[in-house]
């Protein structure tokens, strides 16, 4: 599985858009990039995934460069309760038997100030 | 949010000791999974079910057996609990289809061994 790379922390204000980046240089051409976010003491929550184009849902939008070496992740006006740690996950749609096994690296915290 | 409860929600327990922790699901998702997280470590993988009676191991499977009867029950045991095995433990789970991107997190389970 292709590593990925964030910075440990950022910060960003309330109403601002955050931009959560995300480098995954090894990825190869089967790999979706995935995003999770957990905040705190709860149980990780999926946010979006990609392959190859920009996807956007309710939650967030990304994008992700044209030779997939990277990705950023948007939460276009972010608010308190989007104050957690973010993953960046690159995995293979199906593992054994169809399976999933995500591979958590240590992910971005993201402080959302007032 | 995914029908996943996790018991107990938190234990202390003594070296030595058998433990095992239940995990629930009311979604009937073929794919359960078991993860722990630490400090610095992010979350990695025990092991994960592909169906009843279907198991693999994960990343991090020394010291820990699953068990998975039926469908909507995945026990993780922890035959002769050590120190090591403090964590939080997390159980998941995906199903098969057009959805199958996303992970669902239950609430997680604080077992501390002294």
């Known amino acids: 599985d292709a590593k990925t790379t964030q910075p440990p922390s950022m910060d960003c204000a309330e109403g601002r858009a955050a931009n959560l980046p995300c480098n995954h240089s090894?990825?190869?051409?089967?790999?979706?990039v995935y995003w999770y976010r957990q905040i705190h003491s709860q149980g990780p929550q999926y946010i979006i995934h990609?392959?190859?184009n920009n996807e956007t849902n309710e939650m967030a939008s990304l994008i992700i460069t044209e030779d997939r070496k990277s990705s950023t992740l948007i939460l276009p006006h972010a608010t308190l309760r989007d104050t957690a740690v973010y993953y960046c996950?690159?995995?293979?749609?199906?593992?054994?038997?169809?399976?999933?096994?995500?591979?958590f690296g240590q992910g971005t915290r993201l402080t959302i100030n007032p | 949010d995914a029908g996943i409860t996790q018991s107990p929600r938190h234990k202390v327990t003594e070296t030595g000791t058998p433990v095992t922790l239940r995990c629930h699901q009311t979604?009937?998702?073929?794919?359960m999974y078991w993860y722990r997280q630490d400090p610095g470590h992010g979350l990695r993988l025990i092991h994960y079910?592909?169906?009843?009676?279907?198991?693999d191991k994960g990343e991090v499977s020394d010291g820990y057996s699953v068990s998975r009867s039926k469908t909507e029950d995945f026990l993780l045991t922890l035959e002769s609990a050590t120190s090591s095995q403090t964590s939080v433990y997390f159980c998941?789970?995906?199903?098969?289809?057009?959805?199958?991107?996303?992970?669902?997190f239950g609430p997680g389970t604080r077992l501390t061994v002294t």
């Open positions: 090894t990825i190869s051409g089967n790999e979706y």
């Open positions: 996950i690159v995995r293979s749609q199906r593992g054994i038997q169809g399976a999933q096994k995500l591979v």
């Open positions: 998941a789970i995906s199903d098969r289809g057009p959805n199958s991107y996303e992970q669902y």
């Open positions: 990609g392959l190859k």
């Open positions: 979604e009937n998702h073929r794919y």
């Open positions: 079910s592909y169906g009843v009676k279907d198991t």
